[in-house]
Structures are given as structure tokens and as C-alpha cells.
């Protein structure tokens, strides 16, 4: 990362680590700075000769600075977003700096989760791109004394064909900045024809300080005299130090004290979980020093949990009558005709995010204010938890974003960062949180473990003439809100309200759980039991008709349509209906294209083989998928080939989108093959990667086969939407080889071997 | 005292001598490109070379170092970038990248002892390193990709 700018490198012992902060003047997007204004840190686009936007600066020596405000977690959107800025600039992106934005409301919103930087930023960018090269031709236009409509740009200069003029962008960036900024009605945004990286996309920015170990994560954040911490956290959520006892602690060479952290008020959301912190020279020291410690704790009510009696809690539930979130017809007067009637009940357990790098942050708190480097996803709700916990105003709290080892939207949650930054305040220097893979494991914001009921009758043709589907699941906003036990419209909205299939009669409902463990997003999120219970649903009622699932698939979803959400709360991922309709004609055509790349029905299956077929649209993407599994005679199931169809509108990198499918079916893989969190008496069962296994490459996917669907409808998201047609795909892969149908996740529990 | 050789320079530690290696690389000497993952030997992403093989350094204890030669990802090759390195960036490996050093230690130590691995050979090799992007078929492509160019 030795391009990164770095104002505070005198800093670091280890160099490198990204300094970025506020701008000169707003994207119109966002609130624009007043002269009077104090700017929290410069970046090197603000420092920049000309710098029309946050986004933006151009140096005298043609350096171009694009400020990427999203966090980097693998998904290249550090360097996506970026690409954009600069093909509209009609920039040469080897002359293209990229330097990351610390947490600041004027970038707007920074919380990169939701698959949406992409679809959030793309007019942004390009609208900060097009102001920077409208404001170089007019000043080029003002010096050769021509029309601004007789100029244009070629790659980093402006030309004047008629007379043979070039000048250089830094060469004109020093006139360029003396002149107003344009409005956005006044920009001329580039054809698609002349587009130099959108659609084409280009490697990582940081592929090589990737791969010689000089990129910074947040595990690799150093400041002078730091200090190193390890937590132990209240084993069961909710729970409180009675006393606790340091001596032995304090005798291991390297640990300096212990430190009380306090216990979070109220509901948990980012607050620390509360503790004892072991403040170290050096991260083993604090790890040995914790294993000394002798706390007897309060549990709290959560002792009450236990995962196979709530498992058993959720189905009961979801038998019964729900809250109706969706309804079309009467399902309820077709069942009770006496036709033949399928039920089916599925499962799916808590599920950690195990990103490789564990929970990390580096604080200092000094004068009244906090600066931290963290691995973060959200570095506002960073700021905001910080100034909470130390009741310091959040202009006080800097938070850089260093790079993620893995996010996956666990690192949406600061929770981590405020742990740091409270400990610094107690010690008085600049400390370093660490926490163990076991701390990851126990102490996650997990998926919520669902069970669906699902009930359908079927006619005489084969389809179902009435659909019921109740979902349980303890909701993410338990975390804000204790007492939350309903899925929220966000949450239902994935996968479960926008059912894609064409049915005379529909009733969606969702039931009551109470959250014993924190609850939050993962990698694509409600879609994943959702999409497991409905696509594996269909196939298992493609059998029961005697269908191909193929064909059966297509049938459901019918005719070319937009769906019609009249009295259903469907946020559609917050984005327009008009921009992003639900097309299920889309659905369609990914399913069609999927069957034949991946040669479905044309390709001849021995015994133990077998290929399964899904498809789902999340993050306004659909999606199709076709698993192929070999499953031994040792029950042991490999999966050869997987074939994924998306489209997701316009892709800007489709080498980017190519890869975070590939990684999504690995990611799938973990889920089916050994995701499972467990709790007994409140508190987490598994603790490192022997009982929390995720997939290794003879288990992953040997070669993921990704089709993107050439589009001009607007971006949507890549990250998330192709983890959950897998699971389903795979699963329904499994029933074709062996006769084995999954309901239940994962499968280490269908006794294949 | 336990002295030891790290990317080629004489190093000397006096400090507890259960202390992992990767804690010394890491928190005593600076060397950050080697990571932690789960500390006791199961992903990988800590891996380095001991006398030339690969080594979970956050299990190796500094007192079974004692002269022998630790090769980081710091010190794998003095000028410019090692094929192994070279095919990462030519097959596009990386997401996150922060199991990928370890991966390319693995790789590096397998294709020394191994010219042309074969794919039941690669994931043996490389089943003790963990990527939870999934890269796998990548790094898979890469190897291969390294294999004819190693020295």
C-alpha cells in the first residue's frame, strides 16, 4: 500500500497505515463545508491544486487522487468505485492514487454492507469524475482561445483537433481550479461506447502490497507505545462480572494490569460486551495473562438458552398461526378441499462469520479525543459508539479504515472498536484490542438460526393451486430493541415477502422468537434460509409431481412479469421501484441460461451423482445456480462443477463480480456442509475451526463456472446475492445423487456416511 | 538468550521462550505480513518458512527456533517478486487477501518439493490453509501457473 497517502506516517513504526478525511467542497450529494470549517484530517485529493469534490483531486504533476470513502473487505470496491470516478474523468488510472476516507458524514454514508457501494455511489462517482474534466476543457478552451465545445479529452490531456492542441491534466489543473464549479445539469457524462473501465474493470489496487504482505490490515495497525489487550468477555450474553481475581495475572512477564470493562446498557447493539481486559507489552502476553484469570460471573437470564429446545420452540412456533405479512386468495379455503396437500419443515442453526482476521482495533484516546484504526465496515457507527461510551462529541473520534481481513458484516458492528478506545481512556495509552479466533467464534453478531414450514396443494397439472409459508427466526433488531421477536420488512423482504412465483393463492407469515445471542447480518443475510426453504421446497414438489425441477422452476415462476407489492411492506432493498423493478422475466432468464451452460438433462448422472438447480434475486440481482455433488460410498460429497448465471444490471468490474461469486459458492459450501453455532445454557458451544469447520479447498466448489448477463439496467449488488441460490442448488444436488432430501442444516447431520 | 536467523539477518530473543514465533515476527520484530488466524495451528494464515519447510509460526514456540533460519514473507525473494508471487497477481487471486501470504508460503514450500503437483497433491498440500473468500480454485490456478516457472 506504499501509494496510499498517509499524513500520519511518522506515526507508524510499520508505515503504510491510510489517512484520509474531509473535503474541500461537497459532492452535491452531501452537506458542503463552510470556509469557517476545521477539516479533521486533509486527504491528499483536498491538498490536490484542483479538487471540484470530496471524491477528487488533481496534482500539478497530473497525479489524480480519488478518495475511496467504502470499505475494502475483499469485494474491490476501494478500487471499483475509484474506476469510475476515473472513466468519467477520461483519467489513466496508472496515474490514478486511491487514498481511504476515514469515517465522515460528508462522504454520506460509509456503512459497506448491503451490497450496495456499487449501486449507492455510481452517480456520485461519475458525477465527480465529469465536474473535474468539464472544468479542465474550459480551462483548456480559456488558454487557446476556442470554443469549450470544440475540445475534448483523451486520456489524461484535453485535445483541440482543429488546431492540434494538447495539454496535459496537470498542466491545466492549476486553471481549472480557479474556475466555478459546474452544475451537475451542465456535465456531459461519457457514451457507454466511450467508456475506458466501466464494464471492463481491472485488478485489486492493492494486488501486489496483497500479495508481498505490506498491505495494513487492522491486525497490522502499530502506533508508538502502544499497548496490547485481550478480553474476556461474559460468557453468555448479557452476563456480569460478580468479582474477579488478577494476581496470578499480574505475575506473567509482559502484563502490565487489568482492566473492568463495563457491561452494555440496555440492548447490546455495538456497545462493548463488558469484562476484564488484560493490558500486555505484547499480544501473548495478554493472551497467557487471560488464562490466568479467575472471574465468577453473573450469567443473567440468558443461562435459560439452549439451542435443541429452542430449535424444537421454532418449529412448534412456526406451526402456528403468524403474523400475515403477505396474502393473495385464500390459501387456507384450497387446503381445506382435501386436495393432496406437501409439507415440509426446514432448519437452519446460527451461523458465525469467521472472517480470517479476527476482531481488531487500535485506539487512542489523548486530549479529549479518540483516534482509532480499525478494520471496520462502518467507521460513522465507530464514531458515534466511541463518543457514547467516552461521552465525547463524535467530531472528537477520528477512525481510520484500514483494510478488512474479511467483513462479511460482521465488521459492520464497532463493537470492537469501542473496546479499544474505552481501554485506552482507562490505561492512558494507545491500546490494541485482539481478539482469539475462540473470541470471534463465541462472541459473534450471528445469523439468526430460522425454521420455515412451508405447505402446498397441488392440482391436477402439477402446480400448486395454494402456498403457505411461515418463517421464525429471532430478528436483528433484538439487538437495538430486547424485545423484538418479529421480522422486520427489511428482513422479510429477503427472499420471503418477493416469493417470485405466480400463485392463485399466497399467504406469507412469520412468527414470534426471542434472541438469547447477539443477532446481525451475515454475507446475504434472511436470504439464506429463505431461499433454502423455498427453492428446496420446489424441487422437492418438482418430485412430487413428477417433474424435472428445471422445468418445474420455470413453471413457477410463470410469465414475464413485474410483481406487484400493493399492501406488502417491501423495501425493495431501499431502493425505487422504477429504477429497480422485480422482474421475475429476469428470474426466468438466468434459470434458462443456467440449465444450459451448465448442460442440464443432457448430461448423464451415475450413481452418487447428481446436479440440483436454484434461483434468487437479493440485493435487486437475480440469480440461478447449478451444483453438481459426487457423493462416495464413505458419504463423503465433493462438488466438481457449479454454474451461476447473474444479472445484476450494469457490472463495472466483471473480473470483481466474477470472483465474489466464486468466493460465494465457497462461502454456501461452509454454510451446508458444517455452519452450525450452538449454545447450552447461554453460552456458545464452539470456539475455533476443529467445531466451527468452514470449507477447505478439497470441499469448496473445484470449479465455479460465472455468467454475467450483459445489461444496461442500473448496478446492483454482487457481494451478497450468490450465496443463497447455492445453498439451495447444492442441497437439492445432494437429494439427486443420494434420494437424501436436506431440511435440516447442515448435513453433517443426515448421516450420509 | 535464543538466537535465530530471520530473512537472513542474526536475531537474538530473551524474551519467553513459549512466545509463538508469530507473536516475535509480528509484535517484537515488526514483521506484519504473516498473520493471525486462530492460534493454535488450523488455518494457515500464519505460515512461514523453518529451515525451509512450512511452519504454523503461531504454534512454533521461540525456544524450538533456536538456529534455525525463519523465512518470512518479507525475506521470500530479495528482488522484485517470486513466481509464486508473480502467478497470484497473473491468475488474480486475492479478495480480502489476508490468509493469501500464508497460502503463498504454503505454495512456495510445496512447489520446492514438488515440481508438477497434481490436484490431489495441491489440496493435500494446501489443505491446511484456510480462505474464507474462496479463492481456492484461484490458488489452485496459480500453482499451476508457478509450476514451470520456479528456479
Given at each position: 500500500?506504499?501509494?496510499?497517502?498517509?499524513?500520519?506516517?511518522?506515526?507508524?513504526?510499520?508505515?503504510?497505515?491510510?489517512?484520509?478525511?474531509?473535503?474541500?467542497?461537497?459532492?452535491?450529494?452531501?452537506?458542503?463545508?463552510?470556509?469557517?470549517?476545521?477539516?479533521?484530517?486533509?486527504?491528499?485529493?483536498?491538498?490536490?491544486?484542483?479538487?471540484?469534490?470530496?471524491?477528487?483531486?488533481?496534482?500539478?504533476?497530473?497525479?489524480?487522487?480519488?478518495?475511496?470513502?467504502?470499505?475494502?473487505?475483499?469485494?474491490?470496491?476501494?478500487?471499483?468505485?475509484?474506476?469510475?470516478?476515473?472513466?468519467?474523468?477520461?483519467?489513466?488510472?496508472?496515474?490514478?492514487?486511491?487514498?481511504?476516507?476515514?469515517?465522515?458524514?460528508?462522504?454520506?454514508?460509509?456503512?459497506?454492507?448491503?451490497?450496495?457501494?456499487?449501486?449507492?455511489?455510481?452517480?456520485?462517482?461519475?458525477?465527480?469524475?465529469?465536474?473535474?474534466?468539464?472544468?479542465?476543457?474550459?480551462?483548456?478552451?480559456?488558454?487557446?482561445?476556442?470554443?469549450?465545445?470544440?475540445?475534448?479529452?483523451?486520456?489524461?490531456?484535453?485535445?483541440?483537433?482543429?488546431?492540434?492542441?494538447?495539454?496535459?491534466?496537470?498542466?491545466?489543473?492549476?486553471?481549472?481550479?480557479?474556475?466555478?464549479?459546474?452544475?451537475?445539469?451542465?456535465?456531459?457524462?461519457?457514451?457507454?461506447?466511450?467508456?475506458?473501465?466501466?464494464?471492463?474493470?481491472?485488478?485489486?489496487?492493492?494486488?501486489?502490497?496483497?500479495?508481498?504482505?505490506?498491505?495494513?490490515?487492522?491486525?497490522?495497525?502499530?502506533?508508538?507505545?502502544?499497548?496490547?489487550?485481550?478480553?474476556?468477555?461474559?460468557?453468555?450474553?448479557?452476563?456480569?462480572?460478580?468479582?474477579?481475581?488478577?494476581?496470578?495475572?499480574?505475575?506473567?512477564?509482559?502484563?502490565?494490569?487489568?482492566?473492568?470493562?463495563?457491561?452494555?446498557?440496555?440492548?447490546?447493539?455495538?456497545?462493548?460486551?463488558?469484562?476484564?481486559?488484560?493490558?500486555?507489552?505484547?499480544?501473548?502476553?495478554?493472551?497467557?495473562?487471560?488464562?490466568?484469570?479467575?472471574?465468577?460471573?453473573?450469567?443473567?437470564?440468558?443461562?435459560?438458552?439452549?439451542s435443541?429446545?429452542?430449535k424444537?420452540?421454532?418449529?412448534?412456533?412456526?406451526?402456528?398461526?403468524?403474523?400475515?405479512?403477505?396474502?393473495?386468495?385464500?390459501?387456507?379455503?384450497?387446503?381445506?378441499?382435501?386436495?393432496?396437500?406437501?409439507?415440509?419443515?426446514y432448519y437452519v442453526p446460527l451461523l458465525a462469520?469467521a472472517?480470517?482476521?479476527?476482531?481488531?482495533?487500535?485506539?487512542?484516546?489523548?486530549?479529549?479525543?479518540?483516534?482509532?484504526?480499525?478494520?471496520?465496515?462502518?467507521?460513522?457507527?465507530?464514531?458515534?459508539?466511541?463518543?457514547?461510551?467516552?461521552?465525547?462529541?463524535?467530531?472528537?473520534?477520528?477512525?481510520?479504515?484500514?483494510?478488512?481481513?474479511?467483513?462479511?458484516?460482521?465488521?459492520?458492528?464497532?463493537?470492537?472498536?469501542?473496546?479499544?478506545?474505552?481501554?485506552?481512556?482507562?490505561?492512558?495509552?494507545?491500546?490494541?484490542?485482539?481478539?482469539?479466533?475462540?473470541?470471534?467464534?463465541?462472541?459473534?453478531?450471528?445469523n439468526?438460526v430460522a425454521?420455515?414450514?412451508?405447505?402446498?396443494?397441488?392440482?391436477?397439472?402439477?402446480?400448486?393451486?395454494?402456498?403457505?409459508?411461515?418463517?421464525?427466526?429471532?430478528?436483528?433488531?433484538?439487538?437495538?430493541?430486547?424485545?423484538?421477536?418479529?421480522?422486520?420488512?427489511?428482513?422479510?423482504?429477503?427472499?420471503?415477502?418477493?416469493?417470485?412465483?405466480?400463485?392463485?393463492?399466497?399467504?406469507?407469515?412469520?412468527?414470534?422468537?426471542?434472541?438469547?445471542?447477539?443477532?446481525?447480518?451475515?454475507?446475504?443475510?434472511?436470504?439464506i434460509y429463505?431461499?433454502f426453504?423455498?427453492?428446496c421446497?420446489?424441487?422437492?414438489?418438482?418430485?412430487?409431481?413428477?417433474?424435472?425441477?428445471?422445468?418445474?422452476?420455470?413453471?413457477?415462476?410463470?410469465?414475464?412479469?413485474?410483481?406487484?407489492?400493493?399492501?406488502?411492506?417491501?423495501?425493495?432493498?431501499?431502493?425505487?421501484?422504477?429504477?429497480?423493478?422485480?422482474?421475475?422475466?429476469?428470474?426466468?432468464?438466468?434459470?434458462?441460461?443456467?440449465?444450459?451452460?451448465?448442460?442440464?438433462?443432457?448430461?448423464?448422472?451415475?450413481?452418487?451423482?447428481?446436479?440440483?438447480?436454484?434461483?434468487?434475486?437479493?440485493?435487486?440481482?437475480?440469480?440461478?445456480?447449478?451444483?453438481?455433488?459426487?457423493?462416495?460410498?464413505?458419504g463423503?460429497v465433493?462438488?466438481?462443477?457449479?454454474?451461476?448465471?447473474?444479472?445484476?444490471?450494469?457490472?463495472?468490474?466483471?473480473?470483481?463480480?466474477?470472483?465474489?461469486?466464486?468466493?460465494?459458492?465457497?462461502f454456501g459450501a461452509s454454510i451446508v456442509r458444517s455452519g452450525e453455532i450452538t449454545?447450552?445454557?447461554?453460552?456458545?458451544?464452539q470456539?475455533?475451526?476443529?467445531d466451527y469447520p468452514v470449507a477447505?479447498?478439497?470441499e469448496?466448489?473445484?470449479?465455479?463456472?460465472?455468467?454475467?448477463?450483459?445489461?444496461?439496467?442500473?448496478?446492483?449488488?454482487?457481494?451478497?446475492?450468490?450465496?443463497?441460490?447455492?445453498v439451495a442448488?447444492f442441497c437439492?444436488?445432494i437429494?439427486?445423487?443420494?434420494?437424501k432430501?436436506v431440511r435440516d442444516l447442515p448435513i453433517t447431520k443426515l448421516g450420509l456416511s | 538468550?535464543?538466537?535465530?536467523?530471520?530473512?537472513?539477518?542474526?536475531?537474538?530473543?530473551?524474551?519467553?521462550?513459549?512466545?509463538?514465533?508469530?507473536?516475535?515476527?509480528?509484535?517484537?520484530?515488526?514483521?506484519?505480513?504473516?498473520?493471525?488466524?486462530?492460534?493454535?495451528?488450523?488455518?494457515?494464515?500464519?505460515?512461514?518458512?523453518?529451515?525451509?519447510?512450512?511452519?504454523?509460526?503461531?504454534?512454533?514456540?521461540?525456544?524450538?527456533?533456536?538456529?534455525?533460519?525463519?523465512?518470512?514473507?518479507?525475506?521470500?525473494?530479495?528482488?522484485?517478486?517470486?513466481?509464486?508471487?508473480?502467478?497470484?497477481?497473473?491468475?488474480?487471486?486475492?479478495?480480502?487477501?489476508?490468509?493469501?501470504?500464508?497460502?503463498?508460503?504454503?505454495?512456495?514450500?510445496?512447489?520446492?518439493?514438488?515440481?508438477?503437483?497434481?490436484?490431489?497433491?495441491?489440496?493435500?498440500?494446501?489443505?491446511?490453509?484456510?480462505?474464507?473468500?474462496?479463492?481456492?480454485?484461484?490458488?489452485?490456478?496459480?500453482?499451476?501457473?508457478?509450476?514451470?516457472?520456479?528456479?
Amino acid at each position: 500500500m506504499s501509494a496510499i497517502e498517509n499524513v500520519s506516517r511518522r506515526r507508524f513504526l510499520a508505515g503504510g497505515i491510510i489517512a484520509a478525511g474531509a473535503l474541500v467542497l461537497g459532492v452535491r450529494y452531501y452537506s458542503k463545508l463552510s470556509s469557517g470549517d476545521k477539516l479533521p484530517h486533509d486527504t491528499n485529493a483536498d491538498r490536490a491544486t484542483l479538487h471540484p469534490n470530496a471524491f477528487l483531486g488533481i496534482d500539478a504533476d497530473g497525479t489524480v487522487w480519488i478518495v475511496a470513502s467504502r470499505s475494502e473487505m475483499g469485494t474491490t470496491s476501494r478500487t471499483t468505485l475509484p474506476l469510475i470516478v476515473a472513466d468519467e474523468l477520461d483519467a489513466d488510472w496508472k496515474r490514478v492514487k486511491i487514498g481511504q476516507a476515514i469515517g465522515d458524514k460528508r462522504y454520506g454514508d460509509q456503512n459497506t454492507d448491503g451490497s450496495h457501494s456499487i449501486r449507492s455511489f455510481y452517480d456520485a462517482m461519475r458525477e465527480a469524475g465529469a465536474t473535474a474534466r468539464f472544468m479542465l476543457i474550459q480551462a483548456a478552451a480559456k488558454q487557446w482561445g476556442v470554443p469549450a465545445a470544440e475540445c475534448e479529452t483523451d486520456l489524461h490531456v484535453v485535445v483541440h483537433r482543429s488546431t492540434n492542441r494538447k495539454a496535459g491534466y496537470g498542466e491545466l489543473a492549476s486553471a481549472a481550479a480557479k474556475l466555478p464549479i459546474p452544475s451537475r445539469e451542465a456535465l456531459k457524462f461519457k457514451p457507454k461506447s466511450a467508456w475506458r473501465y466501466v464494464g471492463k474493470g481491472e485488478v485489486s489496487y492493492d494486488l501486489e502490497a496483497l500479495v508481498t504482505g505490506k498491505a495494513i490490515y487492522g491486525m497490522d495497525a502499530r502506533v508508538d507505545g502502544m499497548l496490547y489487550a485481550s478480553v474476556e468477555h461474559p460468557p453468555v450474553l448479557g452476563g456480569k462480572v460478580k468479582s474477579y481475581e488478577d494476581k496470578e495475572v499480574l505475575k506473567v512477564a509482559g502484563v502490565r494490569q487489568t482492566v473492568p470493562i463495563d457491561p452494555f446498557q440496555q440492548a447490546p447493539a455495538f456497545q462493548p460486551l463488558g469484562g476484564i481486559a488484560v493490558i500486555a507489552d505484547n499480544t501473548w502476553a495478554a493472551f497467557q495473562g487471560r488464562k490466568k484469570l479467575n472471574i465468577s460471573w453473573d450469567n443473567g437470564p440468558n443461562e435459560t438458552y439452549d439451542s435443541d429446545p429452542y430449535k424444537n420452540e421454532l418449529r412448534e412456533t412456526a406451526h402456528k398461526p403468524g403474523k400475515v405479512v403477505r396474502n393473495i386468495g385464500d390459501a387456507d379455503a384450497v387446503f381445506a378441499k382435501g386436495s393432496k396437500v406437501y409439507e415440509a419443515d426446514y432448519y437452519v442453526p446460527l451461523l458465525a462469520h469467521a472472517t480470517m482476521e479476527p476482531m481488531v482495533a487500535l485506539a487512542e484516546f489523548k486530549d479529549g479525543k479518540v483516534t482509532a484504526w480499525a478494520p471496520t465496515q462502518n467507521p460513522q457507527a465507530a464514531q458515534d459508539i466511541i463518543s457514547k461510551e467516552l461521552g465525547i462529541a463524535k467530531e472528537d473520534v477520528i477512525c481510520h479504515v484500514t483494510l478488512l481481513g474479511g467483513g462479511f458484516g460482521r465488521k459492520s458492528k464497532p463493537d470492537y472498536v469501542a473496546e479499544a478506545a474505552v481501554l485506552s481512556k482507562k490505561v492512558g495509552r494507545p491500546v490494541k484490542v485482539v481478539w482469539t479466533r475462540e473470541d470471534d467464534i463465541k462472541f459473534d453478531y450471528y445469523n439468526a438460526v430460522a425454521s420455515m414450514y412451508m405447505k402446498a396443494a397441488l392440482g391436477a397439472d402439477g402446480k400448486p393451486t395454494a402456498w403457505l409459508q411461515r418463517s421464525v427466526f429471532p430478528p436483528i433488531p433484538s439487538i437495538f430493541d430486547v424485545n423484538a421477536v418479529y421480522g422486520d420488512p427489511s428482513h422479510l423482504q429477503q427472499g420471503w415477502t418477493d416469493i417470485p412465483y405466480d400463485l392463485p393463492n399466497l399467504r406469507i407469515e412469520n412468527g414470534p422468537a426471542k434472541a438469547h445471542v447477539r443477532i446481525g447480518w451475515l454475507r446475504s443475510v434472511a436470504n439464506i434460509y429463505h431461499a433454502f426453504a423455498i427453492q428446496c421446497f420446489t424441487d422437492e414438489l418438482a418430485h412430487a409431481a413428477g417433474r424435472d425441477p428445471f422445468d418445474y422452476l420455470l413453471d413457477l415462476i410463470g410469465e414475464p412479469r413485474t410483481i406487484d407489492f400493493k399492501g406488502v411492506d417491501y423495501p425493495n432493498y431501499g431502493a425505487a421501484f422504477d429504477a429497480y423493478p422485480w422482474e421475475t422475466g429476469r428470474l426466468r432468464h438466468v434459470t434458462e441460461m443456467v440449465a444450459e451452460k451448465s448442460g442440464w438433462g443432457k448430461r448423464k448422472h451415475g450413481k452418487g451423482t447428481g446436479m440440483g438447480i436454484a434461483a434468487h434475486r437479493s440485493f435487486l440481482t437475480y440469480v440461478a445456480t447449478v451444483v453438481e455433488v459426487e457423493v462416495n460410498d464413505q458419504g463423503e460429497v465433493r462438488i466438481p462443477r457449479v454454474d451461476t448465471v447473474l444479472d445484476a444490471g450494469l457490472v463495472v468490474n466483471p473480473e470483481a463480480t466474477r470472483a465474489q461469486f466464486e468466493g460465494a459458492a465457497v462461502f454456501g459450501a461452509s454454510i451446508v456442509r458444517s455452519g452450525e453455532i450452538t449454545a447450552t445454557r447461554g453460552a456458545i458451544n464452539q470456539s475455533n475451526f476443529q467445531d466451527y469447520p468452514v470449507a477447505r479447498m478439497a470441499e469448496a466448489p473445484y470449479q465455479t463456472n460465472v455468467y454475467i448477463v450483459d445489461s444496461d439496467a442500473p448496478p446492483a449488488g454482487v457481494g451478497e446475492p450468490g450465496v443463497p441460490p447455492f445453498v439451495a442448488a447444492f442441497c437439492n444436488a445432494i437429494y439427486a445423487a443420494t434420494g437424501k432430501r436436506v431440511r435440516d442444516l447442515p448435513i453433517t447431520k443426515l448421516g450420509l456416511s | 538468550m535464543i538466537q535465530l536467523k530471520v530473512n537472513g539477518a542474526e536475531q537474538s530473543f530473551d524474551g519467553d521462550p513459549e512466545m509463538p514465533l508469530l507473536w516475535y515476527l509480528r509484535d517484537v520484530l515488526g514483521l506484519t505480513g504473516s498473520k493471525f488466524g486462530c492460534g493454535v495451528g488450523l488455518c494457515g494464515a500464519c505460515t512461514v518458512h523453518v529451515n525451509g519447510q512450512a511452519t504454523r509460526s503461531c504454534v512454533a514456540a521461540m525456544r524450538d527456533t533456536a538456529g534455525k533460519e525463519v523465512t518470512t514473507v518479507e525475506g521470500l525473494e530479495k528482488n522484485g517478486l517470486h513466481p509464486v508471487q508473480k502467478a497470484w497477481m497473473q491468475i488474480n487471486v486475492p479478495q480480502c487477501g489476508y490468509c493469501q501470504v500464508g497460502q503463498i508460503m504454503q505454495a512456495v514450500a510445496l512447489l520446492s518439493s514438488k515440481k508438477k503437483p497434481a490436484d490431489h497433491e495441491i489440496d493435500e498440500a494446501m489443505s491446511g490453509n484456510i480462505c474464507r473468500c474462496g479463492t481456492y480454485q484461484r490458488i489452485r490456478a496459480a500453482i499451476k501457473a508457478a509450476a514451470g516457472e520456479m528456479p
